[in-house]
């Protein structure tokens, strides 16, 4: 009996990959391997950028630290820092200091290491479910359903996809307000930039890998509501992540739609930084995340 076929990916607008075979692929990028009881390793995928995109690294650390806590505890937490740029060519490893198991919270710290030098750290801290005060910020008003906004692969086959065009998308993004790169970019904006966003497939029922995924598209847009507040030119910028930290306020699915609005409260120094919140498409408020970055301009303009 002959081998069932292999079925051929499912192609976005602009014919690059897409759908669920792309995202078991993120799932598996996200499946680290043990090394020993505090230690795993991960590989950064085939197609790649020059090097290893952060979400990805902060994604894996993550992994590495939740599974060295008991599953009834989840994450509320993550403080981390991007010290060095990665390699995609090699593997990471991941070194876990298990630092405090309490009652209540479990604390961990993970550095991830390439050729013997940290390029990455993460602090985490994980709770049991506990009572107490609920408030939250309520959803934007007068978003559109993500159904009546373009998704990337549609941007990226009419020539405005950014850098995120020609590489496979494990996620359905959809950007509701123009970004600094596009061509309808009307100009310096004080508003936020807004996008849907959910895993393009199903996901296993693990919070943790929702979480992670979660961590790892959380990176993409970020620092670009640094570059939407200002009049300059969208090439021969530099930008790198500096360091990033999440706040997870309630449970949810990453293969679910979420709105995603980031706004930059602040620039100087060559720095920029980005404030983002994300709300379920029922309008819970269930993440804040903020990000430091790098933003160097042609020529040192301000």
């Not at 976005?12 to 230690?39: W, Y």
């Not at 996008?195 to 929702?210: E, F, K, N, S, V």
């Not at 999440?246 to 100087?268: I, K, N, Q, T, V």
């Amino acid at each position: 009996m002959s081998a069932d076929p292999v079925p051929a990916p499912e192609l976005a607008a602009d014919g690059e990959p897409r759908g669920q075979a792309v995202l078991d692929d993120l799932v598996a990028l996200l499946d680290l391997e043990r090394l020993e009881d505090n230690l795993f390793r991960g590989v950064s995928p085939p197609v790649s950028l020059p090097r290893v995109f952060g979400g990805q690294v902060a994604g894996q650390a993550l992994v590495a630290a939740g599974r060295t806590v008991p599953a009834d505890r989840h994450v509320h937490s993550l403080h981390a820092y991007f010290i060095r740029p990665g390699d995609p060519s090699i593997p990471i490893v991941y070194e876990t200091e298990r630092v405090r198991d309490g009652r209540s919270f479990t604390t961990r710290r993970v550095l991830a290491i390439q050729r013997g030098e940290a390029i990455f750290s993460l602090s985490a801290s994980f709770q049991l479910p506990q009572a107490g005060l609920e408030h939250a910020e309520p959803m934007p008003a007068g978003v559109p359903d993500p159904q009546r906004v373009d998704d990337l692969g549609t941007r990226a086959a009419r020539g405005d996809g950014g850098w995120m065009a020609g590489l496979p998308r494990p996620l359905d993004i959809r950007l509701i307000d123009e970004p600094s790169w596009s061509q309808d970019h009307a100009g310096p904006s004080d508003e936020p930039m807004r996008l849907w966003l959910r895993a393009d497939g199903a996901l296993p029922d693990d919070p943790l890998l929702h979480v992670c995924l979660l961590t790892y598209a959380s990176d993409l847009t970020l620092l670009g509501s640094v570059v939407a507040r200002h009049d300059v030119p969208r090439t021969g910028l530099q930008m790198a992540s500096l360091d990033h930290a999440m706040w997870f306020h309630g449970p949810f699915r990453a293969d679910e739609w979420l709105l995603y609005s980031c706004f930059s409260p602040a620039a100087s120094g060559g720095r920029g930084l980005g404030a983002g919140k994300f709300f379920t498409a029922d309008g819970r408020h269930v993440v804040t995340t903020m990000q430091e970055g790098l933003v160097r301009v042609p020529g040192g303009r301000s």
